[in-house]
T-cell receptor, first 112, second 109 residues
Framework: GAGVSQSPSNKVTEKGKDVELRCDPISGHTALYWYRQSLGQGLEFLIYFQGNSAPDKSGLPSDRFSAERTGGSVSTLTIQRTQQEDSAVYLC??????????FGPGTRLLVL | LAKTTQPISMDSYEGQEVNITCSHNNIATNDYITWYQQFPSQGPRFIIQGYKTKVTNEVASLFIPADRKSSTLSLPRVSLSDTAVYYCLVGDNTDKLIFGTGTRLQVFP
């Protein structure tokens, strides 16, 4: 079946511009995660959605970062006024009831 | 959430068995232990999950002692393609599971 998809696969932007990253989770998965991974580093948790509960935003690094999940399915991560330190791979995962996470291919963001 | 501790890196040679141990001293009764593998330029992928004793699948084995305060991922006869980062996570199905820094396994020919 279809896995988690993310778009765009690559994004190059200029410092100060806003970007939107999209995640399509596996159908029926109620939990959705966003992570950030810099080159050679581990995964940095950003935000967690679980069903209709309020999202856990404890990992968002600044108020320039926000995310929403519409209709309990597709999620969008928005970064406003991008900075060079925002350059990273942004990974999305959705999980089944056993909490096994299935990851998308990621969006590689480069801020010039 | 139970905190996990695992070695930062390990080296091995092709054909050897590799054992990566993860410590989780404050694991809760309802917590499962899950391992993920991440290749360069890819997202992590699920390897194996267990609750107690031993679990084996086509990829790896997971050994969990009776006190469940640690677990060991065992990779039999590793190859160069097993070079990756391996993450240990602990939690129940109501927790968000957070990845740590993982163990970077390097397999040499």
């Amino acid at each position: 079946g279809a896995g988690v998809s993310q778009s765009p696969s690559n994004k190059v932007t200029e410092k100060g511009k806003d970007v939107e990253l999209r995640c399509d989770p596996i159908s029926g998965h109620t939990a959705l995660y966003w992570y950030r991974q810099s080159l050679g580093q581990g995964l940095e948790f950003l935000i967690y959605f679980q069903g209709n509960s309020a999202p856990d935003k404890s990992g968002l690094p600044s108020d320039r970062f926000s995310a929403e999940r519409t209709g309990g399915s597709v999620s969008t991560l928005t970064i406003q006024r991008t900075q060079q330190e925002d350059s990273a791979v942004y990974l999305c995962a959705s999980s089944d009831p056993e909490q096994t996470q299935y990851f998308g291919p990621g969006t590689r963001l480069l801020v010039l | 959430l139970a905190k996990t501790t695992q070695p930062i890196s390990m080296d091995s040679y092709e054909g050897q068995e590799v054992n990566i141990t993860c410590s989780h001293n404050n694991i809760a009764t309802n917590d499962y232990i899950t391992w993920y593998q991440q290749f360069p330029s890819q997202g992590p992928r699920f390897i194996i999950q267990g609750y107690k004793t031993k679990v084996t699948n086509e990829v790896a084995s997971l050994f969990i002692p009776a006190d469940r305060k640690s677990s060991t991922l065992s990779l039999p006869r590793v190859s160069l393609s097993d070079t990756a980062v391996y993450y240990c996570l602990v939690g129940d199905n109501t927790d968000k599971l957070i990845f740590g820094t993982g163990t970077r396994l390097q397999v040499f020919p």
